[in-house]
């Protein structure tokens, strides 16, 4: 069965420093979503991104986070300067078509900030 | 938006034990899906199930989207059920709302 896949498993970063997590969606699937977990809590909603452009984003999705599919395969979410509390487990996702269809998540990327 | 709430918050079995899990959800859905969070994070897709029953071995769920509650069943319970179980919802657009899960602990 397809599955999502994501780069790195575990990223190490000190604050302040960029990252960039990496996700390669499954192959004929037309939405993107990123999600992150902080230790303990709930999944929480980031963006979503359709026809190469962000359809929705949440309020913690400011203006240190960015989205992009830099081919037809990849589709990435950067931090530019991470902080403490960006550390949480990233989760990307994907489905066919919108909210009538299933999400698939990766195993998630976990980023720890020191 | 959308209130997702789940119950129990905690529950622990003994090996070969049955259990229900809820999850009431505030407004219309089109998209109900369960997951179960393993020890190592990984979101195992369970179920889609926005409305009807359906089951896959041991696991059964069963949405009644009218009276805006999911319910999933875990039967004849073993330790690898372990973990979390999240219940999420979406309405119109497409992010999906977690509730804060249930913690399954399965005793030997």
């Known amino acids: 069965e397809p599955e999502v896949t994501q780069t790195p498993s575990h990223q190490v970063t000190q604050m302040g420093q960029e990252v960039i997590l990496r996700c390669v969606p499954i192959s004929n699937h037309l939405y993107f979503y990123w999600y992150r977990q902080i230790l303990g809590q709930k999944v929480e909603f980031l963006v979503s991104f359709y026809n190469n452009e962000i359809s929705e984003k949440s309020e913690i999705f400011d203006d240190q986070f960015s989205v992009e599919r830099p081919d037809g395969s990849n589709f990435t979410l950067k931090i530019r300067s991470t902080k403490l509390e960006d550390s949480a487990m990233y989760f990307c996702?994907?489905?066919?078509?919108?909210?009538?269809?299933?999400?698939?998540f990766g195993d998630g990327t976990r980023l720890s900030i020191l | 938006g959308i209130q997702v709430e789940q119950s129990p918050p905690d529950l622990i079995l003994q090996e070969g034990a049955n259990s229900t899990l809820r999850c009431n959800f505030s407004?219309?859905?089109?998209?109900l899906q369960w997951f179960h969070q393993n020890p190592w994070g990984q979101l195992i897709n369970l179920f889609y199930?926005?409305?009807g029953t359906k089951q896959n071995g041991r696991l059964s769920a069963t949405t009644v989207a009218t009276e805006r509650y999911s319910l999933l069943y875990i039967s004849s319970s073993q330790t690898t059920d372990s973990g979390v179980y999240f219940c999420a919802v979406t309405r119109n657009t497409g992010k999906l709302i977690f509730g804060q899960g249930t913690t399954l602990q399965v005793k030997p």
């Open positions: 407004d219309s859905v089109n998209n």
């Open positions: 996702a994907s489905s066919h078509r919108g909210s009538n269809q299933p999400q698939h």
């Open positions: 199930i926005p409305s």
